[in-house]
């Protein structure tokens, strides 16, 4: 008799009882994130979260834009000197060396904005704050990349755009469609070739093991070499900037072509498999690096 009360009490409770609701199907993959578009989407969003970041101090972010732009003019105004007393430097003229150093100003300008990041990997190392990026899903190498921004680029650009548009209505250029394309590839190349050589150079750290680290700052002072044609640092240094850091291919050897100076300036158009094989050096590099890496201690 209990045992059929038992039985009576259940069956309402069973009798009302719902069913289980379905569960929702799961979200379709973004496509953005998937593959290359995934590094591609992730770069301009920390891209975009560091402007943010950087113009929230409206007076810093003016300051560094405006002495960005004042330190590259410098420059301008010594060749401004220079060629008021001689008429061009065995053939090239005063406004084909400022288009010259109007692209290394826009590929510095561009390097800054977007990859000032590489510039941290000491303090990275030495802070500990590489392992959360290697504990990520993420590339490290976006990461320490895109680890901040300069404002300085962008004065850097802006003043190299004026430069290049300014100089480039001043040389006695026949511009065909091959040239027209070549410039802004070459710009890339030239972006590329800059940020693969302090990349590899500021991954000197890994061995090191200084906090701050002098060796990716002779490196990048090289490039000051390429603001004017080589040739009249003498052959030496010519040599060391095509074949030992390609530097000469950011500036020298594509303004050699485009305004006809020496039949090997057709090299220029190796600037992109240049840029490509620093890219990939610089790769291996950092991740040789990542073996002598063991954290930064207690």
């Known amino acids: 008799m209990e045992r059929n009360r038992e039985q009576e009490t259940r069956r309402p409770s069973e009798a009302t009882a719902k069913p289980a609701a379905p569960r929702d199907p799961a979200p379709a993959p973004d496509p953005r994130l998937a593959g290359p578009g995934r590094t591609v989407y992730l770069f301009f969003r920390f891209l975009a979260q560091?402007?943010?970041?950087?113009?929230?101090?409206?007076?810093?972010?003016?300051i560094m834009f405006v002495s960005g732009a004042a330190m590259q003019a410098l420059g301008f105004m010594f060749l401004s000197v220079l060629f008021s007393r001689i008429p061009s430097i065995r053939g090239w003229t005063q406004w084909e060396i400022v288009w010259m150093l109007a692209i290394v100003f826009v590929s510095?300008?561009?390097?800054?904005?977007?990859?000032?990041?590489?510039?941290?990997?000491?303090?990275?190392?030495?802070?500990?704050?590489?392992?959360r990026m290697l504990l990520r899903p993420v590339s490290p190498i976006l990461?320490?990349?895109?680890?901040?921004?300069?404002?300085?680029?962008?004065?850097n650009m802006a003043l190299g755009v004026v430069l290049l548009v300014v100089s480039t209505s001043r040389v006695a250029v026949a511009w065909t469609v091959a040239k027209i394309?070549?410039?802004?590839?070459?710009?890339?190349?030239?972006?590329?070739?800059?940020?693969?050589?302090?990349?590899?150079?500021?991954?000197?750290?890994?061995?090191?093991?200084?906090?701050?680290?002098?060796?990716?700052?002779?490196?990048y002072q090289l490039a000051d070499f390429v603001k004017y044609p080589s040739f009249i640092f003498?052959?030496?240094?010519?040599?060391?900037?095509?074949?030992?850091?390609p530097?000469?291919?950011?500036?020298?050897?594509?303004?050699?072509?485009?305004?006809?100076?020496?039949?090997?300036?057709?090299?220029?158009?190796?600037?992109?498999?240049?840029?490509l094989w620093c890219v990939v050096l610089a790769r291996a590099v950092f991740y040789r690096g990542l073996r002598e890496y063991d954290g930064s201690g207690n």
């Not at 560091?50 to 003016?62: A, G």
């Not at 990461?143 to 004065?155: C, F, K, P, R, V």
């Not at 003498?234 to 850091?245: D, H, M, N, Q, S």
């Open 143 to 155: 990461q320490i990349l895109t680890y901040t921004m300069g404002i300085h680029g962008i004065g």
């Open 181 to 219: 394309l070549f410039v802004p590839v070459f710009i890339v190349s030239a972006c590329a070739i800059r940020t693969a050589v302090s990349f590899a150079a500021n991954c000197s750290t890994f061995w090191l093991k200084a906090y701050f680290n002098a060796f990716p700052l002779m490196i």
């Open 247 to 275: 530097y000469a291919f950011i500036s020298y050897v594509p303004a050699t072509w485009l305004f006809g100076k020496a039949p090997w300036g057709v090299w220029a158009w190796a600037a992109p498999a240049v840029a």
């Open 50 to 62: 560091n402007t943010k970041i950087k113009l929230e101090y409206k007076v810093d972010s003016l």
């Open 234 to 245: 003498g052959r030496a240094v010519e040599a060391f900037v095509f074949f030992v850091i």
């Open 108 to 131: 510095e300008g561009l390097v800054s904005f977007a990859f000032e990041g590489l510039w941290q990997m000491a303090f990275l190392v030495n802070t500990g704050d590489l392992d």
